[in-house]
Protein backbone atom coordinates (compact mmCIF):
# COMPACT_ATOMS: atom_id res chain seq x y z
CA UNK A 1 0.00 0.00 0.00
CA UNK A 2 1.02 3.52 -0.82
CA UNK A 3 2.35 6.18 2.16
CA UNK A 4 -0.93 8.64 0.87
CA UNK A 5 -3.42 5.51 0.89
CA UNK A 6 -2.52 4.27 4.27
CA UNK A 7 -2.49 8.09 5.63
CA UNK A 8 -6.10 7.77 4.04
CA UNK A 9 -7.23 4.30 5.73
CA UNK A 10 -5.80 5.15 9.02
CA UNK A 11 -7.40 8.67 8.82
CA UNK A 12 -10.91 6.95 8.25
CA UNK A 13 -10.28 3.77 10.58
CA UNK A 14 -10.19 6.46 13.69
CA UNK A 15 -13.38 7.71 12.45
CA UNK A 16 -14.69 4.23 11.96
CA UNK A 17 -14.02 3.06 15.24
CA UNK A 18 -14.12 6.18 17.61
CA UNK A 19 -12.13 4.48 19.80
CA UNK A 20 -11.83 6.29 23.73
CA UNK A 21 -8.72 7.94 24.65
CA UNK A 22 -7.58 8.24 28.64
CA UNK A 23 -5.15 10.92 28.28
CA UNK A 24 -3.28 12.07 31.91
CA UNK A 25 -2.08 15.70 30.07
CA UNK A 26 -0.95 19.00 31.37
CA UNK A 27 -3.55 21.19 32.57
CA UNK A 28 -2.48 24.30 29.90
CA UNK A 29 -3.62 22.61 26.81
CA UNK A 30 -6.19 19.73 28.48
CA UNK A 31 -9.19 21.12 27.05
CA UNK A 32 -7.62 21.56 23.19
CA UNK A 33 -6.33 18.37 23.54
CA UNK A 34 -9.98 16.75 24.58
CA UNK A 35 -11.21 18.85 21.80
CA UNK A 36 -8.81 17.44 18.90
CA UNK A 37 -9.78 14.17 19.87
CA UNK A 38 -12.92 14.82 19.36
CA UNK A 39 -12.16 16.20 16.20
CA UNK A 40 -10.34 13.41 14.17
CA UNK A 41 -13.45 11.30 15.69
CA UNK A 42 -12.36 9.67 18.73
CA UNK A 43 -13.54 10.26 22.01
CA UNK A 44 -11.21 11.86 24.98
CA UNK A 45 -11.51 10.88 28.89
CA UNK A 46 -9.29 12.79 31.29
CA UNK A 47 -8.22 11.21 34.68
CA UNK A 48 -5.25 11.87 36.48
CA UNK A 49 -5.97 10.24 39.73
CA UNK A 50 -4.60 7.25 41.22
CA UNK A 51 -7.30 5.86 42.39
CA UNK A 52 -9.34 6.32 38.92
CA UNK A 53 -6.88 6.00 36.20
CA UNK A 54 -7.10 2.24 36.93
CA UNK A 55 -10.75 2.01 35.32
CA UNK A 56 -11.00 4.50 33.43
CA UNK A 57 -7.71 2.86 31.09
CA UNK A 58 -9.37 -0.33 31.44
CA UNK A 59 -12.55 1.37 29.35
CA UNK A 60 -9.88 2.98 26.69
CA UNK A 61 -8.27 1.89 23.33
CA UNK A 62 -5.02 4.00 24.01
CA UNK A 63 -3.22 6.17 27.24
CA UNK A 64 -1.49 9.57 26.41
CA UNK A 65 0.95 10.51 29.06
CA UNK A 66 1.44 14.26 28.40
CA UNK A 67 4.01 15.29 31.39
CA UNK A 68 3.20 18.86 30.93
CA UNK A 69 2.34 20.07 34.31
CA UNK A 70 3.70 17.04 36.09
CA UNK A 71 3.22 16.69 39.70
CA UNK A 72 3.20 14.23 42.58
CA UNK A 73 -0.28 12.81 41.93
CA UNK A 74 -0.11 12.69 38.32
CA UNK A 75 3.14 10.82 38.25
CA UNK A 76 1.55 8.43 40.57
CA UNK A 77 -1.38 8.37 38.38
CA UNK A 78 0.48 7.72 35.18
CA UNK A 79 2.41 4.81 36.77
CA UNK A 80 -0.91 3.19 37.68
CA UNK A 81 -2.23 3.81 34.49
CA UNK A 82 0.64 2.55 32.51
CA UNK A 83 0.73 -0.68 34.42
CA UNK A 84 -3.03 -1.54 33.68
CA UNK A 85 -2.65 -0.67 29.85
CA UNK A 86 0.67 -2.97 29.28
CA UNK A 87 -1.56 -5.58 31.49
CA UNK A 88 -4.28 -5.01 28.74
CA UNK A 89 -2.24 -4.18 25.76
CA UNK A 90 -3.06 -1.09 25.14
CA UNK A 91 -0.83 1.44 23.01
CA UNK A 92 0.79 3.92 25.62
CA UNK A 93 1.98 7.30 24.15
CA UNK A 94 4.58 9.45 25.68
CA UNK A 95 4.68 13.31 25.00
CA UNK A 96 7.78 14.38 27.72
CA UNK A 97 6.76 18.07 27.80
CA UNK A 98 9.74 20.20 28.65
CA UNK A 99 12.27 17.25 29.33
CA UNK A 100 15.95 18.38 29.35
CA UNK A 101 14.23 21.50 30.95
CA UNK A 102 14.05 20.29 34.74
CA UNK A 103 15.41 17.31 36.49
CA UNK A 104 12.00 16.40 37.30
CA UNK A 105 10.78 16.06 33.80
CA UNK A 106 14.00 14.22 32.24
CA UNK A 107 13.69 11.70 35.23
CA UNK A 108 9.91 10.96 35.04
CA UNK A 109 9.94 11.10 31.21
CA UNK A 110 13.01 8.68 31.16
CA UNK A 111 11.68 6.19 33.88
CA UNK A 112 8.37 6.18 32.10
CA UNK A 113 10.05 5.16 28.95
CA UNK A 114 12.01 2.50 30.67
CA UNK A 115 9.44 0.88 33.15
CA UNK A 116 6.54 0.82 30.64
CA UNK A 117 6.36 -0.89 27.03
CA UNK A 118 5.33 2.71 25.45
CA UNK A 119 4.21 1.91 21.81
CA UNK A 120 5.10 5.87 20.39
CA UNK A 121 6.95 9.04 21.92
CA UNK A 122 6.02 12.47 20.15
CA UNK A 123 7.81 15.10 20.97
CA UNK A 124 10.54 17.97 19.62
CA UNK A 125 13.69 17.45 18.93
CA UNK A 126 14.83 18.62 22.41
CA UNK A 127 12.74 16.73 24.02
CA UNK A 128 13.71 13.79 22.33
CA UNK A 129 17.41 15.03 22.79
CA UNK A 130 17.42 14.78 26.61
CA UNK A 131 15.29 11.60 26.20
CA UNK A 132 18.58 10.08 24.18
CA UNK A 133 20.94 11.50 27.12
CA UNK A 134 22.18 14.38 25.12
CA UNK A 135 20.19 16.89 27.14
CA UNK A 136 19.75 19.34 24.59
CA UNK A 137 19.17 23.16 26.47
CA UNK A 138 15.52 23.95 26.28
CA UNK A 139 14.53 27.07 26.05
CA UNK A 140 10.63 26.23 27.84
CA UNK A 141 8.18 24.06 26.48
CA UNK A 142 6.73 26.08 23.58
CA UNK A 143 9.78 27.06 21.97
CA UNK A 144 12.32 24.50 19.88
CA UNK A 145 15.86 26.02 20.67
CA UNK A 146 16.98 26.41 16.86
CA UNK A 147 19.96 24.36 17.08
CA UNK A 148 17.53 21.50 17.98
CA UNK A 149 15.03 21.71 15.12
CA UNK A 150 15.24 19.19 12.47
CA UNK A 151 15.67 21.58 8.39
CA UNK A 152 16.16 20.84 5.19
CA UNK A 153 19.55 20.61 5.66
CA UNK A 154 20.05 17.89 8.81
CA UNK A 155 17.43 15.66 7.56
CA UNK A 156 19.67 12.62 7.11
CA UNK A 157 20.94 13.22 10.52
CA UNK A 158 18.01 13.61 12.38
CA UNK A 159 16.34 10.60 10.37
CA UNK A 160 19.54 8.48 11.61
CA UNK A 161 19.09 9.95 15.39
CA UNK A 162 15.23 8.54 15.20
CA UNK A 163 16.06 5.33 13.90
CA UNK A 164 18.72 4.79 16.62
CA UNK A 165 16.20 5.99 18.77
CA UNK A 166 13.55 4.29 18.50
CA UNK A 167 15.66 1.13 18.17
CA UNK A 168 17.33 1.62 21.52
CA UNK A 169 13.88 2.70 23.05
CA UNK A 170 11.78 -0.45 21.37
CA UNK A 171 8.89 2.27 20.48
CA UNK A 172 8.37 4.34 17.32
CA UNK A 173 9.33 8.09 18.02
CA UNK A 174 7.46 11.02 16.27
CA UNK A 175 10.04 14.38 16.61
CA UNK A 176 8.06 17.55 15.34
CA UNK A 177 9.31 20.56 14.58
CA UNK A 178 9.49 22.60 10.80
CA UNK A 179 9.84 19.31 9.75
CA UNK A 180 8.66 16.25 11.24
CA UNK A 181 10.66 12.71 11.43
CA UNK A 182 8.39 9.51 11.91
CA UNK A 183 10.62 6.73 12.65
CA UNK A 184 10.77 2.94 13.94
CA UNK A 185 14.16 1.24 14.47
CA UNK A 186 14.45 0.66 10.24
CA UNK A 187 12.33 3.12 8.74
CA UNK A 188 12.40 7.18 8.98
CA UNK A 189 10.09 9.32 7.29
CA UNK A 190 10.25 13.00 6.96
CA UNK A 191 6.83 15.04 6.81
CA UNK A 192 6.93 18.13 5.18
CA UNK A 193 3.39 19.11 6.37
CA UNK A 194 2.11 21.91 8.86
CA UNK A 195 2.44 25.84 9.16
CA UNK A 196 5.23 28.24 11.33
CA UNK A 197 1.86 29.38 12.97
CA UNK A 198 1.76 26.07 15.04
CA UNK A 199 4.53 27.34 16.74
CA UNK A 200 3.49 30.58 17.80
CA UNK A 201 -0.03 28.81 19.56
CA UNK A 202 0.43 26.61 22.88
CA UNK A 203 -0.84 22.92 22.72
CA UNK A 204 0.27 21.86 19.11
CA UNK A 205 2.30 19.35 20.07
CA UNK A 206 0.26 18.14 22.58
CA UNK A 207 -2.92 17.90 21.08
CA UNK A 208 -0.66 15.67 18.27
CA UNK A 209 0.34 13.45 20.74
CA UNK A 210 -3.01 13.14 21.90
CA UNK A 211 -4.26 12.40 18.00
CA UNK A 212 -1.74 9.84 18.28
CA UNK A 213 -3.51 7.99 20.93
CA UNK A 214 -6.52 8.38 19.00
CA UNK A 215 -4.53 6.28 15.96
CA UNK A 216 -2.65 3.92 18.22
CA UNK A 217 -5.95 2.80 19.40
CA UNK A 218 -6.87 1.96 16.08
CA UNK A 219 -2.50 1.00 15.03
CA UNK A 220 -2.84 -2.94 15.37
CA UNK A 221 1.08 -3.62 14.62
CA UNK A 222 0.98 -1.03 12.49
CA UNK A 223 1.94 1.87 14.90
CA UNK A 224 4.53 3.25 12.37
CA UNK A 225 2.16 3.63 10.24
CA UNK A 226 -0.43 5.38 11.93
CA UNK A 227 2.19 7.58 13.88
CA UNK A 228 2.56 8.74 10.25
CA UNK A 229 -1.17 9.44 9.57
CA UNK A 230 -1.44 11.20 12.90
CA UNK A 231 1.50 13.38 12.25
CA UNK A 232 0.39 13.99 9.12
CA UNK A 233 -3.64 14.96 9.95
CA UNK A 234 -2.08 17.91 12.31
CA UNK A 235 0.44 18.85 9.68
CA UNK A 236 -2.54 18.88 6.88
CA UNK A 237 -4.67 20.77 9.39
CA UNK A 238 -2.12 23.76 10.20
CA UNK A 239 -1.20 24.42 6.38
CA UNK A 240 -5.54 24.88 6.38
CA UNK A 241 -5.83 26.63 9.03
CA UNK A 242 -3.31 29.10 7.82
CA UNK A 243 -4.56 29.06 4.51
CA UNK A 244 -7.85 30.50 5.97
CA UNK A 245 -6.08 33.54 7.71
CA UNK A 246 -7.53 36.81 7.24
CA UNK A 247 -5.93 40.45 7.23
CA UNK A 248 -7.74 41.13 10.78
CA UNK A 249 -6.70 37.42 11.99
CA UNK A 250 -4.04 36.48 14.71
CA UNK A 251 -3.34 33.32 16.53
CA UNK A 252 -6.59 33.06 18.44
CA UNK A 253 -8.24 32.81 14.92
CA UNK A 254 -5.91 30.50 14.39
CA UNK A 255 -6.44 28.21 16.83
CA UNK A 256 -10.01 27.82 15.84
CA UNK A 257 -9.06 27.62 12.69
CA UNK A 258 -6.72 24.67 13.36
CA UNK A 259 -9.59 22.84 15.52
CA UNK A 260 -11.70 23.81 12.25
CA UNK A 261 -9.21 21.78 10.24
CA UNK A 262 -8.80 18.57 12.29
CA UNK A 263 -12.34 18.02 12.40
CA UNK A 264 -13.00 18.82 8.57
CA UNK A 265 -10.04 16.43 7.39
CA UNK A 266 -10.93 12.96 6.03
CA UNK A 267 -8.92 10.25 5.04
CA UNK A 268 -9.27 11.37 1.49
CA UNK A 269 -8.02 15.12 2.11
CA UNK A 270 -4.99 14.15 3.69
CA UNK A 271 -3.78 11.55 1.54
CA UNK A 272 -4.24 14.66 -1.10
CA UNK A 273 -2.34 16.99 1.54
CA UNK A 274 0.23 14.38 2.83
CA UNK A 275 3.66 15.57 2.30
CA UNK A 276 5.67 12.12 3.16
CA UNK A 277 9.16 10.65 1.89
CA UNK A 278 11.28 8.38 3.68
CA UNK A 279 14.76 9.08 4.37
CA UNK A 280 17.87 7.26 3.73
N1 LIG B 1 7.91 25.93 11.76
C1 LIG B 1 7.01 24.97 11.53
N2 LIG B 1 6.65 24.67 10.27
C2 LIG B 1 5.75 23.71 10.01
N3 LIG B 1 5.13 22.98 10.98
C3 LIG B 1 5.44 23.23 12.27
C4 LIG B 1 6.39 24.23 12.61
N4 LIG B 1 6.49 24.26 13.97
C5 LIG B 1 5.66 23.31 14.44
N5 LIG B 1 5.02 22.68 13.42
C6 LIG B 1 4.02 21.61 13.55
O1 LIG B 1 3.33 21.83 14.77
C7 LIG B 1 2.99 20.60 15.39
C8 LIG B 1 3.56 20.57 16.80
O2 LIG B 1 4.96 20.44 16.72
P1 LIG B 1 5.96 21.15 17.74
O3 LIG B 1 7.30 20.61 17.42
O4 LIG B 1 5.78 22.63 17.71
O5 LIG B 1 5.45 20.54 19.12
P2 LIG B 1 5.79 20.99 20.59
O6 LIG B 1 7.10 21.71 20.63
O7 LIG B 1 5.63 19.81 21.45
O8 LIG B 1 4.58 22.01 20.87
P3 LIG B 1 3.81 22.40 22.25
O9 LIG B 1 4.80 22.17 23.35
O10 LIG B 1 3.42 23.82 22.06
O11 LIG B 1 2.61 21.56 22.42
C9 LIG B 1 3.53 19.51 14.45
O12 LIG B 1 2.46 19.09 13.63
C10 LIG B 1 4.61 20.23 13.63
O13 LIG B 1 4.75 19.66 12.36
C1 LIG C 1 3.00 26.17 28.21
C2 LIG C 1 3.02 24.85 28.88
N1 LIG C 1 3.62 24.70 30.10
C3 LIG C 1 3.55 23.46 30.55
S1 LIG C 1 2.73 22.40 29.52
C4 LIG C 1 2.46 23.65 28.40
C5 LIG C 1 1.70 23.42 27.13
C6 LIG C 1 2.57 23.24 25.94
O1 LIG C 1 3.25 22.07 25.92
MG1 LIG D 1 5.21 19.85 23.42
Known amino acids: MSLTASVSERADAVRAAAPLVHCIT??????????AVLAAGASPIMSDEPDDVDDITSICGALVLNIGTLNKQTIAGMKVAGAKAAELGHPIVLDPVGAGASKLRTATACELLDTLPVALVRGNMSEIKALAGNAAATQGVDVNPSDAVCDEDDIAEAAVFARDFAAKAGCVVAITGPIDIVADATRAFAVRNGS???????GSGCMLS??????AACAGDAMLEAALAAVVHMGAAGQEAEARMGDADGTGSYHTYLMDA????TGASLAEAAAVAEVA
Open 210 to 215: ALCGAY
Open 262 to 265: ISRA
Open 26 to 35: NYVTVESCAN
Open 196 to 202: PLQGRIT
